[in-house]
T-cell receptor, first 118, second 112 residues
Framework: DTGVSQDPRHKITKRGQNVTFRCDPISEHNRLYWYRQTLGQGPEFLTYFQNEAQLEKSRLLSDRFSAERPKGSFSTLEIQRTEQGDSAMYLC????????????????FGPGTRLTVL | QQPVQSPQAVILREGEDAVINCSSSKALYSVHWYRQKHGEAPVFLMILLKGGEQKGHDKISASFNEKKQQSSLYLTASQLSYSGTYFCGTRSGGTSYGKLTFGQGTILTVHP
C-alpha cells in the first residue's frame, strides 16, 4: 500500500503529558498538510510543509504545538502539555508536485491519529 | 470562512438519488469532495476547478458554479456503500499553498 500512513492510530494520554505523532506521505509527494478534526466537524487546517520548509501555520496551532519535516520526507507533530481540548483526530494529507493541475491540487489523507486526553 | 453544506443529513433507500450542496462566501479556486466513513480517513471523490466544470465518477457527479461560489454533489441510484459523511473542501482564489477549508459535513445514510 502506497497511501499516506500515520502512527500511532490511537493515543490516550493524561493532561499535561507530551505526545508526538508521525506521518509518512505518499512517496514523492513534496507537499504535506496537518489537519485536526473534532467530532461532527470537518477537518481544520493546522500547518503546511513544502519539502522540509514549514510555510504556513494556522492560528489554531498554539505555541504548545510544533511540527517538523526533516529531509522533506516524514513529518512529526508534537503537542506539549496536552489539554483536554486537544482531544481530536489529527489527520495528515499529502499532495503531489507534478505539472498536471488536477493532480497537483488533490490532497490524499492518511487514516489519522485519534488523541484522547484524560 | 467555513463553507456551508446542506442538508446536514440525508436518509435514502437503496437506488434513490441525493444532492448535497456546498456554498461559500469567498471566491473559489477549486472545490474538493470527500467521503468519510466512521473512524476512517476522508477519501477523495473528485475535484472541480473554477470554470463551471461538471465531473463524473461512476454514479457520483458534481458541478461547480463559480459565479455563485457553489458546488453540488449528485449521487444517483445510491448504494449501501455510499453511506458516510460527505465533506466539501474549498480552496479560495489567492489562498497560499492549497490549504482546504472544509464544510461541516453531510451525513448520508442508505438503507436496503
Amino acid at each position: 500500500d502506497t497511501g499516506v500512513s500515520q502512527d500511532p492510530r490511537h493515543k490516550i494520554t493524561k493532561r499535561g503529558q507530551n505526545v508526538t505523532f508521525r506521518c509518512d506521505p505518499i512517496s514523492e509527494h513534496n507537499r504535506l498538510y496537518w489537519y485536526r478534526q473534532t467530532l461532527g466537524q470537518g477537518p481544520e487546517f493546522l500547518t503546511y510543509f513544502q519539502n522540509e520548509a514549514q510555510l504556513e501555520k494556522s492560528r489554531l496551532l498554539s505555541d504548545r504545538f510544533s511540527a517538523e519535516r526533516p529531509k522533506g520526507s516524514f513529518s512529526t507533530l508534537e503537542i506539549q502539555r496536552t489539554e483536554q481540548g486537544d482531544s481530536a483526530m489529527y489527520l495528515c494529507a499529502s499532495r503531489p508536485s507534478d505539472r498536471n493541475i488536477l493532480s497537483t491540487d488533490t490532497q490524499y489523507f492518511g487514516p489519522g491519529t485519534r488523541l484522547t486526553v484524560l | 470562512q467555513q463553507p456551508v453544506q446542506s442538508p446536514q443529513a440525508v436518509i435514502l433507500r437503496e437506488g434513490e438519488d441525493a444532492v448535497i450542496n456546498c456554498s461559500s462566501s469567498k471566491a473559489l479556486y477549486s472545490v474538493h469532495w470527500y467521503r468519510q466513513k466512521h473512524g476512517e480517513a476522508p477519501v477523495f471523490l473528485m475535484i472541480l476547478l473554477k470554470g463551471g466544470e461538471q465531473k463524473g465518477h461512476d454514479k457520483i457527479s458534481a458541478s461547480f458554479n463559480e459565479k455563485k461560489q457553489q458546488s453540488s454533489l449528485y449521487l444517483t441510484a445510491s448504494q449501501l456503500s455510499y453511506s458516510g459523511t460527505y465533506f466539501c473542501g474549498t480552496r479560495s482564489g489567492g489562498t497560499s499553498y492549497g490549504k482546504l477549508t472544509f464544510g461541516q459535513g453531510t451525513i448520508l445514510t442508505v438503507h436496503p
